[in-house]
């Protein structure tokens, strides 16, 4: 079973929809929760950032994790055409020098 | 803007023939990575340097190397590019050590293998 478990899509909606993204985890240490966005030819840029359970909020983002079920969510309300891109999940540990561990990425295309 | 910057956006080279990528960044930061991304993959750290020290991942290949001649520059070596190193590279930097600092990435360069 690989750490971060991502269903890569892809993924179409209409302009408007709610859009529910998702990751699973096997590792119980993992604390620090975060949600990446990769443009076509771009480098992955932060989106959200979580630390250990409950609930974030940002503008059309919310982000959610749920560490008892090892499962964090990434919602976007009223979704737009912008919003079409690859949608990284990545954790971390709480402390060392120990790197950040991504999933597959899920590309989502928002169609107007 | 503060930011980080690759160049070349895309490179291509031969197979076996020394390819170097660079990675400068304006944020001062203390940490930079590389990683490697495969269509549809999850990138994958190669290494990174904390300031001067250099912390390389256990499966990554020989073949790759790094160097960070000063806080604001890093590059990638690649000494003897096969086909199956061709990928987006991407460099990232960090204030702090560990993944739990946010990590700033640059547009990548995409490198393909003849």
């Known amino acids: 079973q690989k750490e971060v478990e991502q269903d890569p899509g892809p993924l179409s909606v209409p302009e408007g929809a709610i859009v529910s993204l998702n990751c699973t985890y096997s590792?119980?240490?993992?604390?620090?929760f975060m949600w990446y966005r990769q443009y076509s030819r771009k480098g992955p840029e932060l989106l959200m950032y979580?630390?250990?359970?409950g609930n974030k909020e940002d503008g059309r983002f919310t982000a959610q994790v749920d560490k008892s079920s090892k499962y964090i969510s990434l919602f976007i309300r009223d979704s737009q055409p912008s919003d079409s891109a690859t949608y990284l999940c990545?954790?971390?540990?709480?402390?060392?020098?120990?790197?950040?561990?991504f999933g597959k990425g899920t590309r989502l295309s928002v169609i107007a | 803007d503060a930011m980080v910057i690759q160049n070349p956006r895309y490179q291509v080279t031969q197979f076996g023939k020394p390819v170097t990528l660079s990675c400068s960044q304006t944020?001062?930061?203390?940490?930079m990575y590389w990683y490697q991304q495969k269509s549809s993959q999850a990138p994958k750290l190669l290494f990174h340097?904390?300031?001067?020290?250099?912390?390389n991942e256990a499966d990554t290949p020989d073949n790759f190397q790094s160097r960070r001649p000063n806080t604001s520059f890093c590059f990638l070596d690649i000494r003897s590019p096969g086909l199956g190193d061709a990928a987006m590279y991407l460099c990232?930097?960090?204030?702090?050590?560990?993944?739990?600092?946010?990590?700033?990435f640059g547009p990548g360069t995409r490198l393909t293998v003849l």
């Open positions: 590792n119980s240490a993992f604390q620090y």
């Open positions: 990545a954790m971390s540990i709480l402390s060392g020098n120990t790197p950040l561990v």
């Open positions: 944020l001062n930061h203390n940490v």
């Open positions: 340097y904390y300031d001067k020290d250099f912390n």
């Open positions: 990232a930097t960090s204030r702090l050590a560990g993944g739990s600092d946010t990590q700033y």
């Open positions: 979580t630390y250990s359970s």
